[in-house]
């Protein structure tokens, strides 16, 4: 990788610990600059403006978020298995693994809303790419008889989803665990009587 590569890499890395806590519009170049080392020329050389910083940060904790969901993924081969680790990552998510801030997707959802469309569009498209993950882990649960055959995988994923990133906003707020790990429990327990095949 050559320098400028190198450079560019690490101010994505590095302002995702920023933005993806403090907000993605929400903070300034200082921030970035502050935790980069890079004056504003530094940083502008390698990106062209401030949406092309977000756009690259928030693409990059997307992507970070979905190699640990991979990972959990990975540890299980029974399908039922596989998305009782997706959601037990809540807990992860929470405690800022892999990334201080929580769920870049549920965050840049919050702040862009109307006012920032280019960042509500890329998390629109982020959380069809999510919801795609679990429905399809719930099909090929269905072909490989590990889930009842009347569990709907759009639907299924949409519940799980809601369940997870509401349990997630009302932890941050209260800032404890308590919201994440009932959702979990309960989900686990939804998971296990009524989706996977007996």
Known sequence: MRKGEQTREHIIETAAQVLNQ???YASSLS??????????????NHFESKDE??????SYCVKEIRL???????????????????????QDLFRGIPLPGGCAIMNAAIEADDAHPFLKKQADLSMDKFQSLIAGIIEQGKSANEIKQDVNAAETAIFL??????????????????AVNVVIQYLTHYLNAQVRQQ
């Open 22 to 24: 403090r907000g993605f």
């Open 31 to 44: 921030e970035i600059m502050e935790v980069t080392g890079l004056k504003k020329g530094g940083i502008y």
């Open 53 to 58: 910083i977000i756009s690259q940060v928030f």
């Open 161 to 178: 989803i809601a369940a997870m990133e509401g349990s997630l906003m009302m932890s941050k707020l209260s800032e404890n665990e308590q």
């Open 68 to 90: 640990h969901f991979d990972d959990a993924i990975a540890a299980y081969s029974h399908s039922v298995d596989q998305l009782i680790a997706i959601v037990s990552v809540a």
